[in-house]
């Protein structure tokens, strides 16, 4: 029996609920009946004030006149009694509690009414799930501890879901196909008990063999990081998070107050902790019929078998979009289909057997693609046709891949004609899609999650580059930047950190003079390159302060007095410290590319890798690194960019040699591990070539009193006493408002 | 009644199906039972020399043998007597034609049986469907001329589908939903009667308000073009093309021979035409369902209501995707569901209307939507409650949106528990979609056919720059290429065509020695550029055949010499006709682009519009436009490209002049029109500022002896006098292999 701090959410002995009805329509009654009709085994109470007794069992009028101990409070009340009820739990020392009743978070009362409530919760150290939620299903203990007309069916699929109306839905569904599920937990506003906790429960929980997750935001993203890989190291998670776009995450933050983090950085973090992302219900619903078999797949090599080429071109298109590997069928496959379907016509993968073909030999179809070593499952596609019963194909079928442990994944194409079939499939415990697409994306998960395990499986920071950086050089820097009261990095302050780091920088002299600029072209040799420089003047190029190649020293003189002027034009005021000086790199075949950190309002910091140039942020090509990073996951990054596809070879340009590049990101994830004030930095361009990676130009921000992440929960009380305002940690704007309220 | 010369495939008074039979399961024995049974009001005449009669009905030894004349024939027989058949079927007069039973073109023979059934065809003038095909149905005619055991009930949509198998399963779907057609054809190989002569049909059908295409390949883009138009210009016209990839085309082309053609060709074809792409039988099984409600949209504005905000996030992140514009909401609406749930939070949309709502609110939250004028369509999402009824929401949202010309989109979430529901739904003709994304991509639909009703109504070429150029001088240009053997064009000649073309060129001239280069960049005046100048070379860069920022004679000198050593170590023998310089231009806020004419093996020319620079071509970033383009769609291509977003303004840099690049690509489609023996033009790199456009380079080919397009069909002939391969046109290796025969 696990010993878990959520343990009496999920296996209590005792329950209360409080704000019990005999009113057949309210929650507090349907509760009550859930608990008493499912079979619960434990003691259940009925707790309200305005009754003696509710279908003949005794009701109390607070929780405290209950004489045994309680395990888990039901709480239906109304909203206005929410602090007493919880308070009266409290004090009775019951340490569990799910808030059904809303809380009203969408005013700025609400939001006082559920700090307030936290403040409670905090002082008796009470865990809540809530408020506003559908409530906890936990088939195997018989407990519906929800006020649904729905149950769950037992199973080993844990379902996590931050909407109640989405929860209601999957559940109808699921029922109708009879999926079956370990645990059902509607976390609704999240307040307390968030998406890591029950994470982290259900890792270790032995009756859940795979994880469904549906979140809008993540409160605590450290907490939903570490419970997101205890859990996706051991079984399969499988994540939608809704609220992708700002105009629908508008929605989002007024109902539950998360913060507007990136969606690529979202998808970076899942893909860090090994979880397997969904876009959109049906491939919520495929992934949850697809973990529903317990099937696991070992590889992304697909075989797809069909009676008709239509279906199957389709399903191959969805492979393909979906990086998945279409095998090449074994000669002796295709000699055995030849003589099967007396046909001389070649069989490829996707395998088109031809409407008409016999339910005995598309079974064995089947049969020896599940057999082949080189297939790690199949998309069994049939569309029904006249004279051939469906329902024989589909009962041959089966039963070829009851008997192999790879992913058998069926759609029978169609509409009502196919409910039969349906059944037969459901009885086998085996998935049936609706589409062709659905059955090539279940397998997607799949394979997707092996390939997660394998990168998890690597030891993080065990690269061959491994290097001791001078660290203290660059805390020096960065402190001597926020003595002169600037957050900015300058250009040759950020490139001494790259070397701090053992990252190549192009040599930069800096001159202040004209006279010196001559003295330091000489020692660099010819052509050189000159910009300008200033604290104040970030983006050089745009404002004339950049020139190249230039090759003798008449033009350094001239280039010299332009840029101090141009700068001068451009940015009256900004301190021009002088012009820096490079010797040009005649990199013939150096790709021009971009890496940095930036730091992400929910997932702090995080590496970035795209493509160089002009006006490239535009664009806003980049993939996203969550730090630590191992050489594994650099690599995975580095696949996942656009910009990778830059390093191929190509016509006269040999391949760029990734492996420096990969270097490079580790620096990075090391300096953003080790120097956490550091904001932004930005190396752009870098150029990698076949032998060589250097850093051209780099610039970077800093925390200016305190990073972001060090900052406690912020809470403004009222002149009277009450919470007026609870900040987000990670809003940036109002972090800075109170900082500048604290300095005064 | 329309005479078009497909009528009588839809429309015939009298049929004859030749291979009946009386076997039950056989196709020949069910398409005469769907024939008689279905209540065809013509002659069906049956004919099989096996038999006397067939079901009490006589059948005839040949076609010849029928005294009365005969529309259109069915033809099931097997595949040996094909040509017999459609022998007789000539020789009776029969001049339509239904090919179901199969021609194996998976094999060679197979293929040189299909060629000689085409020419016994051509010879007798006959019109044939198939072969391999499913067949067709017309309800209101009540003819099914399929073998299938499936009909289609009447209704407005014509579906024309290539897969036999997916037409089946689009059948069955349909009618468990009520959704009835107006036509169905399955055109299988597809021989003869292709995508476009059925468009063409159905553009002029009235009886046909919408039309579903599923197809895999196009054997004849410009009949198929020409169709496309003629039909999306008076109603819906959505597309699924599959074999997106060309592992799944491989299937494809085994089956059909359709050669690979590139999918953005596909799809920019698709929006030049007017036409809707949906990319999965799930979004197509959607689109059906919203066009047989005959509702449109008239713009691309969405409101959601939901019951809860879950599903109303999820559809607001599809809405996003899809380019939709969420709708502000009117304050009144605001206050209006403020009174009714008497709720101090604030309506936004998505409107939330949380869990409880009852079903007269809900119900009159979507009229106020429907009655708004910033709202072209609304999504309503119900997620199931206990102690509401989830129908009588539906019966009081269906009663408002009844009221309403503009489209409503209801997801009634969840499974089996809505089958009344659904059945309200067909009932009322309106649209229920499984999923919160399947609605909203419903209503995408309808927006985009609007917006592409717009784009179409534009008047092409009408622009404001229109200027006759100096094709002659092009032709000129051209011809001397090939008169040398060659097809490529320098540097300088592609220039010279650009220049004709009215797109201005940076001015570029060449030095043959040293000293003429000192001399031309005095006259251009310091710094210039120096490059490399020969007809073998294409991509100087690569070698190092480019020399930037050259400030002094000096330089110029070294410069020279040292780009014709490069040169010539690089690619020894490569004819070197000088060097050619430019004056170097400071384009502070230049975006680098590239623009240019390429051809596809499927639709011929294109114009192409992508961001510029070092090895771009990796990132394959571009967007397509089909000549002739005009205006709004030069537009519309800029904005489907990621580099559209490099010409918005962005920090110091202020937005590029997006008229200039239009000006552009209508000046290439121009040309691609008026000199079609251009195979390729790269304008690498255009730069584009706030006030001007330059061509920096450019790089040209043209087809040598004739253009592909100028090839007729070639077929081969073994010496028995049997037709021993038929080549594509389209493909260039046998293409050119053929034409160096013919040159022997």
């Not at 989405?166 to 999240?190: E, K, Y």
């Not at 929910?602 to 191992?630: D, Y």
């Not at 051209?696 to 009222?718: C, E, M």
Request: net charge neutral.
């Amino acid at each position: 029996m696990t010993t878990h701090y959520l343990r009496n959410f999920f296996n209590p002995t005792s329950i209360a609920v409080i704000g019990a009805s005999k009113r057949p329509e309210s929650p507090g009654h349907r509760v009550l009946q859930n608990l008493r009709n499912g079979g619960f085994k434990g003691d259940v109470f009925a707790v309200n004030p305005k009754y003696r007794s509710i279908s003949g069992e005794p009701s109390y009028r607070k929780v405290g006149d209950i004489q045994q101990p309680v395990d888990l409070a039901i709480i239906a009340s109304p909203e206005r009694c929410l602090h007493d009820v919880v308070r009266q739990c409290g004090e009775k020392g019951v340490r569990s509690a799910i808030v059904l009743s809303g809380a009203q978070t969408y005013t700025a009362t609400g939001e006082v009414q559920q700090e307030q409530l936290l403040s409670i919760q905090r002082r008796y150290g009470i865990r809540l799930i809530g408020p506003e939620c559908l409530g906890v299903i936990r088939p195997s203990a018989k407990l519906n501890a929800t006020a649904s007309d729905l149950n769950a069916l037992p199973g080993k699929i844990a379902l996590v879901v931050q909407s109640g109306t989405l929860c209601t839905a999957i559940l109808d569904w699921a029922q109708s196909r009879q999926i079956g599920f370990s645990t059902v937990a509607s976390l609704g506003d999240a307040a307390d008990v968030e998406f890591g906790d029950i994470l982290d429960f259900l890792a270790t929980d032995y009756e859940t063999r795979s994880i469904m997750l549906h979140l809008e935001g993540v409160r605590e993203p450290r907490r939903f990081m570490s419970g997101l890989r205890a859990a996706a190291r051991i079984k399969p998670v499988i994540v939608m998070k809704a609220g992708r776009h700002s105009a629908a995450m508008q929605l989002v933050s007024m109902r539950t107050g998360a913060a507007k983090g990136a969606d690529d950085v979202f998808d970076a973090a899942l893909a860090r902790a090994g979880a397997v992302r969904v876009r959109s219900i049906d491939q919520l619903f495929a992934a949850a019929a697809v973990l529903s078999t317990e099937r696991r797949a070992f590889g992304n090599r697909l075989a797809i078998v069909s009676n008709g080429g239509g279906p199957a071109v389709i399903a191959a298109d969805r492979a393909v979009d979906l990086g998945l590997t279409l095998t090449d069928l074994d000669a002796t496959i295709h000699n055995e289909l030849s003589s099967l379907t007396e046909s001389r016509r070649p069989f490829t993968n996707p395998i088109d057997l031809r409407a008409g073909v016999a339910a005995q030999t598309y079974a064995r179809a089947t049969e020896l693609c599940l057999q082949d070593e080189a297939v790690d499952g199949v998309v069994a596609l049939y569309s029904s046709q006249p004279a051939i019963s469906a329902n024989e194909v589909a009962e041959a079928t089966l039963a070829v891949a009851k008997k192999s442990r790879k992913p058998m994944l069926a759609c029978w194409l169609g509409g009502d004609k196919h409910q039969e079939t349906r059944q037969h499939f459901t009885n086998s415990r085996a998935a049936l899609f609706e589409t062709p697409e659905a059955a090539v994306e279940a397998f997607s998960y799949l394979a997707h999650h092996q390939r997660n395990q394998k990168l998890l499986l690597q030891v993080p920071g065990s690269t061959a580059f491994r290097y001791e950086p001078g660290i203290e050089n660059a805390r020096l820097i960065i402190e001597n930047a926020l003595d002169e009261g600037r957050d900015s990095l300058s250009s040759i302050e950020a490139k001494t950190l790259l070397t701090a780091f053992d990252i190549p920088v192009v040599r930069t002299l800096e001159a202040r003079t004209a006279s010196e600029a001559l003295m330091l072209a000489e020692s660099l040799g010819y052509p050189v390159a000159m910009k300008i420089s200033s604290p104040d003047i970030q983006r050089k190029a745009a404002i004339g302060g950049v020139r190249l190649n230039i090759e003798t020293p008449q033009a350094v003189r001239a280039a010299f007095n332009d840029l101090t002027l141009a700068a001068q034009n451009a940015r009256p005021g900004a301190r021009i410290s002088g012009v820096t000086l490079e010797r040009m790199h005649n990199q013939l075949h150096g790709r021009e590319l971009q890496v940095g950190i930036t730091s992400d309002p929910v997932f702090g910091p995080v590496v970035t890798f795209g493509s160089g140039g002009n006006l490239v942020e535009l664009t806003r090509n980049r993939a996203i690194g969550l730090p630590p990073l191992n050489e594994v996951i650099a690599k995975d990054v580095i696949q996942r960019a656009h910009a990778g596809r830059l390093l191929e070879a190509y016509e006269e340009h040999p391949a760029a040699d990734t492996r420096l590049l990969i270097h490079i990101l580790l620096q990075l994830s090391d300096m953003i591990c080790k120097l956490p004030h550091i904001r932004q930095l930005d190396i752009d361009p870098l150029i990698v070539d076949d032998t060589s990676a250097l850093a051209l130009d780099a610039s970077g921000d800093v925390y200016r009193a305190f990073g972001v992440r060090q900052i406690p929960t912020v809470v403004l009380i009222d002149s009277s006493g009450h919470v007026a305002k609870r900040l987000n940690p990670q809003d940036t704007a109002l972090v800075e408002a109170t900082q500048s309220i604290i300095a005064k």
